[in-house]
T-cell receptor
Framework: GAVVSQHPSRVICKSGTSVKIECRSL??????MFWYRQFPKQSLMLMAT?????????EQGVEKDKFLINHASLTLSTLTVTSAHPEDSSFYIC???????????FGPGTRLTVL | GQQLNQSPQSMFIQEGEDVSMNCTSS?????WLWYKQEPGEGPVLLIA?????ELTSNGRLTAQFGITRKDSFLNISASIPSDVGIYFC????????????????FGQGTILTVHP
């Protein structure tokens, strides 16, 4: 149980375009979802926390107008990277939990490459 | 923000050897978690610790929640080639009412290489 999926697993886009990444909890209702970014050989850095039906809370230094997060249902959250640039190239990972303090289950990640 | 210091950064060991890694923090955590990440994948939870002093095992893995709430260690006994990967500690702070609050802070990771 507690499976989280992400789609797509890999995406390559041109600079200036927008990319949407989906995060789904397959067998539980995810009240809270988290979005992380991981650069090569580095740790996971939390970008934002989203609770179903409300606005996401962004970490300091993360531009909310650039990284749009929508958590419209208990099983789906989306991250849209708007006007992507090469420096946005990274591994984006979501996690989901059934409550704010409950165990987070991680998705397999999405490798974004911006040319 | 909160930071976790994880060490060592990397380890190169022979199959069959035991491994130990640890994390320390300048602040208290309510929950300590240990994850393993393989290349191109998301982290997978290995062990979760909820009480100071708690010692928990999962097969060949053993982890402890430090009594001060500011540190944790992970031991892997009799390592095998499939133990290769990056191991991360993560701390979850105390929220209102003493329960854990969702945000995780991750350590820098320990890269484990096991030679057959």
């Amino acid at each position: 149980g507690a499976v989280v999926s992400q789609h797509p697993s890999r995406v390559i886009c041109k600079s200036g375009t927008s990319v949407k990444i989906e995060c789904r909890s397959l067998d539980f209702q995810a009240t809270t979802m988290f979005w992380y970014r991981q650069f090569p050989k580095q740790s996971l850095m939390l970008m934002a926390t989203s609770n179903e039906g409300s606005k996401a809370t962004y970490e300091q230094g993360v531009e909310k107008d650039k990284f749009l997060i929508n958590h419209a249902s208990l099983t789906l959250s989306t991250l849209t990277v708007t006007s992507a640039h090469p420096e946005d190239s990274s591994f984006y990972i979501c996690s989901a939990s059934s409550g704010g303090g409950d165990t987070q289950y991680f998705g397999p990640g999405t490798r974004l490459t911006v040319l | 923000g909160q930071q976790l210091n994880q060490s060592p950064q990397s380890m190169f060991i022979q199959e069959g050897e035991d491994v130990s890694m640890n994390c320390t923090s300048s602040s208290i955590f309510n929950t300590w978690l240990w994850y393993k990440q393989e290349p191109g994948e998301g982290p997978v939870l290995l062990i979760a610790l909820y009480k100071a002093g708690e010692l928990t095992s999962n097969g060949r893995l053993t982890a402890q929640f430090g009594i001060t709430r500011k540190d944790s260690f992970l031991n892997i006994s009799a390592s095998i080639p499939s133990d290769v990967g990056i191991y991360f500690c993560a701390g979850q702070p105390r929220g209102a009412g003493g329960t854990s609050y969702g945000k995780l802070t991750f350590g820098q990771g320990t890269i484990l290489t096991v030679h057959p």
